[in-house]
C-alpha cells in the first residue's frame, strides 16, 4: 500500500491551502522592513472585517489560543473581580484554572455534556450579582456544543458593568460572529480552525468599552499579555516590542484573502452544509451524536462510540490507514467519544473520504456496517 499522511479532519490544526504554505516558504522578512509592516497592517484590517468590530482594536501576536484566552481575561479583569464562565467542556473549564491564577473570583454555569446553557439561565445568574465579565466559548472544542452566542448578547444588554467575552477558536470565520451588532466587547480566537492557517497566532478584538476597562486597570500582572504594551506596535508595526511570528504573519494575510474572497457569508453557509452532511452521515451509520441537533455546532461532530465496546486505538489506526486522522475525546470524554472536524478550507472532496475512512475503520473492529450508507446521507445533504 503506498503510504500518505492522512488528511487532518481533527477540530484544528485543519488542512491548509497552497498559498498559505507557500507564505511560510517565504525568506524572513525583517520586522521593520516597509513590506512586511504593510502586510502586518493588511493582516489587521482584515481581521477587523472577519470580527466586524467598530472601533475598539485588534491585537494579533505569536502565540496559541490559550494565550488569547489568557490575554482576554487578564486585560479586562483584576483580582477580586466577580467573572461568569458559561463552560460547555473542557475549553470553557480552562477559562476556570486561568481565572484562579489571577485571583479573579470565577462563578461557573456547567453545562450536562452535550447540552446547551440557555440565555435565560445566564439572564437569572446575572441578576444575583454584579459580575464584571462572562465569559462564553462560543463552540466547545471538547463537546461539539455551539452557545447561543447572539442571544446571550440580547440579555447583556441589561447588565451595563458585564463585559462580554466569547472565546471564538472553535468557531471566528466559520461561523457568524458580530461584535458590533451582537455586544461582544472581547472576542479571542487563533489560527488553526476556521481560519486554515497553522497554529501560532493569537488573536483578540477589543471593543471601546473592553478598552475602557483595560486603562482603569493600570497594570496589570502579565507582560506579554498587555495590551497597552502591543497597541503601539498594532498601530505601527514597525515598532518593537517582541518579535512578531513573521512567517505565519504573511500566511495569516493568504487565509484572510481566501476568506475574503470566498465571502462571510459563503464561507458560514459552507461550513452549515458540511457539518450537517457529516452529521446526516453519521447517524446513518446508526451512531449516536454527543451534542443533539440545535445545539450541535457546524465546525465538527461528536461522536459516540458504539456501545459494543470496540478496540477505539484499532478504529482509529484504521481510518488513519485509509486516509484520514480524526480526533479521541478530550477531558471526561476521553475513551467515549471521537470528534471530526469539518472546519476551514475543506470542501465535499474531504468529507466524502472522511466519511468511507469511518466506515471501513468501524467495519475492521467487527461493527455492522452497511458499506456506504454514511457517504449517501451525505451526499443527499451536500446535493440539497
Ligand atoms: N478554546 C477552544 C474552544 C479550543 O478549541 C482550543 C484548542 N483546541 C483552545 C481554546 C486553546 O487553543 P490552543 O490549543 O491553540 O492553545
Same mark, same amino acid.
Given at each position: 500500500?503506498?503510504?500518505?499522511?492522512?488528511?487532518?479532519?481533527?477540530?484544528?490544526?485543519?488542512?491548509?491551502?497552497?498559498?498559505?504554505?507557500?507564505?511560510?516558504?517565504?525568506?524572513?522578512?525583517?520586522?521593520?522592513?516597509?513590506?512586511?509592516?504593510?502586510?502586518?497592517?493588511?493582516?489587521?484590517?482584515?481581521?477587523?472585517?472577519?470580527?466586524?468590530?467598530?472601533?475598539?482594536?485588534?491585537?494579533?501576536?505569536?502565540?496559541?489560543?490559550?494565550?488569547?484566552?489568557?490575554?482576554?481575561?487578564?486585560?479586562?479583569?483584576?483580582?477580586?473581580?466577580?467573572?461568569?464562565?458559561?463552560?460547555?467542556?473542557?475549553?470553557?473549564?480552562?477559562?476556570?484554572?486561568?481565572?484562579?491564577?489571577?485571583?479573579?473570583?470565577?462563578?461557573?454555569?456547567?453545562?450536562?455534556?452535550?447540552?446547551?446553557?440557555?440565555?435565560?439561565?445566564?439572564?437569572?445568574?446575572?441578576?444575583?450579582?454584579?459580575?464584571?465579565?462572562?465569559?462564553?466559548?462560543?463552540?466547545?472544542?471538547?463537546?461539539?456544543?455551539?452557545?447561543?452566542?447572539?442571544?446571550?448578547?440580547?440579555?447583556?444588554?441589561?447588565?451595563?458593568?458585564?463585559?462580554?467575552?466569547?472565546?471564538?477558536?472553535?468557531?471566528?470565520?466559520?461561523?457568524?460572529?458580530?461584535?458590533?451588532?451582537?455586544?461582544?466587547?472581547?472576542?479571542?480566537?487563533?489560527?488553526?480552525?476556521?481560519?486554515?492557517?497553522?497554529?501560532?497566532?493569537?488573536?483578540?478584538?477589543?471593543?471601546?468599552?473592553?478598552?475602557?476597562?483595560?486603562?482603569?486597570?493600570?497594570?496589570?500582572?502579565?507582560?506579554?499579555?498587555?495590551?497597552?504594551?502591543?497597541?503601539?506596535?498594532?498601530?505601527?508595526?514597525?515598532?518593537?516590542?517582541?518579535?512578531?511570528?513573521?512567517?505565519?504573519?504573511? &500566511?495569516?494575510?493568504?487565509?484572510?484573502?481566501?476568506?475574503?474572497?470566498?465571502?462571510?457569508?459563503?464561507?458560514?453557509?459552507?461550513?452549515?452544509?458540511?457539518?450537517?452532511?457529516?452529521?446526516?452521515?453519521?447517524?446513518?451509520?446508526?451512531?449516536?451524536?454527543?451534542?443533539?441537533?440545535?445545539?450541535?455546532?457546524?465546525?465538527?461532530?461528536?461522536?459516540?462510540?458504539?456501545?459494543?465496546?470496540?478496540?477505539?486505538?484499532?478504529?482509529?489506526?484504521?481510518?488513519?490507514?485509509?486516509?484520514?486522522?480524526?480526533?479521541?475525546?478530550?477531558?471526561?470524554?476521553?475513551?467515549?467519544?471521537?470528534?471530526?472536524?469539518?472546519?476551514?478550507?475543506?470542501?465535499?472532496?474531504?468529507?466524502?473520504?472522511?466519511?468511507? &475512512?469511518?466506515?471501513?475503520?468501524?467495519?475492521?473492529?467487527?461493527?455492522?456496517?452497511?458499506?456506504? &450508507?454514511?457517504?449517501?446521507?451525505?451526499?443527499?445533504?451536500?446535493?440539497?
Amino acid at each position: 500500500m503506498i503510504k500518505r499522511d492522512p488528511i487532518a479532519m481533527i477540530p484544528g490544526p485543519t488542512p491548509v491551502e497552497e498559498p498559505i504554505l507557500q507564505a511560510l516558504s517565504h525568506q524572513v522578512y525583517g520586522h521593520t522592513y516597509d513590506d512586511f509592516v504593510e502586510i502586518y497592517k493588511e493582516v489587521l484590517k482584515g481581521l477587523r472585517e472577519i470580527l466586524i468590530l467598530d472601533g475598539g482594536e485588534v491585537i494579533a501576536v505569536g502565540g496559541s489560543g490559550t494565550l488569547a484566552m489568557e490575554m482576554a481575561l487578564v486585560n479586562t479583569l483584576k483580582k477580586d473581580d466577580n467573572l461568569l464562565i458559561v463552560s460547555h467542556g473542557f475549553f470553557g473549564d480552562r477559562f476556570i484554572e486561568i481565572a484562579k491564577r489571577y485571583g479573579v473570583n470565577a462563578d461557573v454555569l456547567t453545562a450536562k455534556p452535550g447540552e446547551v446553557i440557555s440565555p435565560n439561565e445566564i439572564d437569572k445568574k446575572l441578576s444575583e450579582k454584579t459580575y464584571q465579565a462572562i465569559i462564553v466559548t462560543h463552540v466547545d472544542t471538547s463537546t461539539g456544543v455551539c452557545a447561543k452566542i447572539r442571544d446571550i448578547g440580547e440579555v447583556l444588554k441589561k447588565y451595563e458593568d458585564t463585559l462580554y467575552i466569547v472565546d471564538g477558536v472553535c468557531a471566528t470565520a466559520g461561523i457568524e460572529e458580530n461584535m458590533k451588532d451582537w455586544g461582544i466587547d472581547v472576542i479571542l480566537t487563533t489560527t488553526q480552525k476556521a481560519f486554515g492557517v497553522p497554529p501560532g497566532i493569537a488573536i483578540c478584538g477589543f471593543s471601546d468599552r473592553a478598552l475602557l476597562r483595560r486603562k482603569k486597570l493600570g497594570t496589570i500582572s502579565n507582560y506579554y499579555c498587555d495590551l497597552e504594551l502591543w497597541l503601539p506596535v498594532m498601530h505601527d508595526p514597525s515598532k518593537y516590542f517582541a518579535t512578531p511570528p513573521i512567517n505565519l504573519i504573511l &500566511a495569516l494575510n493568504e487565509g484572510i484573502k481566501i476568506i475574503l474572497n470566498e465571502g462571510l457569508k459563503e464561507r458560514f453557509y459552507r461550513h452549515e452544509k458540511l457539518g450537517e452532511s457529516v452529521k446526516e452521515g453519521i447517524k446513518a451509520l446508526g451512531l449516536n451524536l454527543l451534542a443533539k441537533d440545535g445545539n450541535a455546532a457546524p465546525t465538527l461532530t461528536t461522536v459516540l462510540y458504539p456501545e459494543d465496546n470496540i478496540d477505539i486505538d484499532k478504529f482509529h489506526n484504521a481510518v488513519i490507514r485509509n486516509g484520514v486522522l480524526i480526533a479521541k475525546g478530550v477531558g471526561p470524554l476521553a475513551g467515549k467519544m471521537f470528534r471530526i472536524g469539518h472546519v476551514g478550507n475543506i470542501s465535499h472532496q474531504e468529507i466524502i473520504l472522511t466519511l468511507s &475512512a469511518i466506515e471501513m475503520g468501524l467495519h475492521e473492529v467487527g461493527y455492522k456496517v452497511e458499506f456506504g &450508507a454514511s457517504v449517501a446521507a451525505a451526499e443527499a445533504v451536500l446535493t440539497k
